[in-house]
């Protein structure tokens, strides 16, 4: 059976579940006599964090597991590299290092491979390159001379 609590203007409220503690109590009061008794409930609801669907929890917990999208797809590109390269041993000295909002940064060993990336004939051969095993995800490309 649900217990009841007085309000400060002495009517009986029912109460559902268990018993508030002293600063939840504490709440409910100050919220009652600033915003009367028939509204303290709308404004506590108000208060509360809305719920969340378990599949969207879940689905937030699994990314941070498997590291989200862009990690697999980044994954998905270091393990293919050799097939991205093609042979080409100038590619096979690069590396893809991260993939943010669809730029994925690829690590160049000195400022010469740099500077020869940097051509759109080459980069877009790349990006070309990769875009096959990246489901369409990698848009751009950022090329960087290692630990920068």
Same mark, same amino acid.
């Given at each position: 059976?649900?217990?009841?609590?007085?309000?400060?203007?002495?009517?009986?409220? !029912?109460?559902?579940?268990?018993?508030?503690?002293?600063?939840?109590?504490?709440?409910?009061?100050? %919220?009652?006599?600033? @915003?009367?008794?028939? =509204?303290?409930? *709308?404004? +506590?609801?108000?208060?509360? !964090?809305?719920s969340k669907r378990v599949?969207?929890? %879940?689905?937030? @917990?699994?990314?941070?597991?498997? /590291? #989200?999208?862009?990690?697999?797809?980044? #994954?998905?590109? $270091? *393990? =293919?590299?050799?097939?991205?390269a093609n042979d080409?041993?100038?590619?096979?000295? +690069?590396? *893809?290092?991260? +993939?943010?909002? /669809?730029?994925?940064?690829?690590?160049?060993?000195?400022?010469?491979?740099?500077? %020869?990336?940097? $051509?759109?004939?080459?980069?877009?051969?790349?990006?070309?390159?990769? #875009?096959?095993?990246?489901? /369409?995800?990698?848009?751009?490309?950022?090329?960087? %001379?290692? /630990?920068?």
């Open positions: 059976m649900p217990t009841s609590h007085k309000t400060s203007d002495s009517t009986i409220l !029912p109460r559902r579940g268990p018993k508030p503690s002293a600063d939840k109590r504490e709440k409910e009061e100050l %919220v009652t006599d600033f @915003f009367g008794a028939g =509204n303290q409930y *709308a404004v +506590l609801a108000g208060m509360h !964090p809305q599949s969207d929890l %879940v689905g937030k @917990f699994m990314d941070k597991i498997q /590291g #989200g999208p862009e990690e697999r797809i980044l #994954g998905e590109v $270091q *393990a =293919n590299w050799k097939e991205i080409d041993e100038s590619i096979l000295k +690069l590396r *893809a290092v991260r +993939l943010v909002r /669809g730029t994925m940064t690829i690590e160049v060993p000195d400022a010469t491979l740099l500077y %020869v990336f940097q $051509q759109p004939r080459l980069k877009s051969l790349l990006l070309e390159r990769i #875009g096959k095993f990246s489901q /369409g995800e990698v848009r751009q490309l950022r090329i960087v %001379v290692k /630990g920068r």
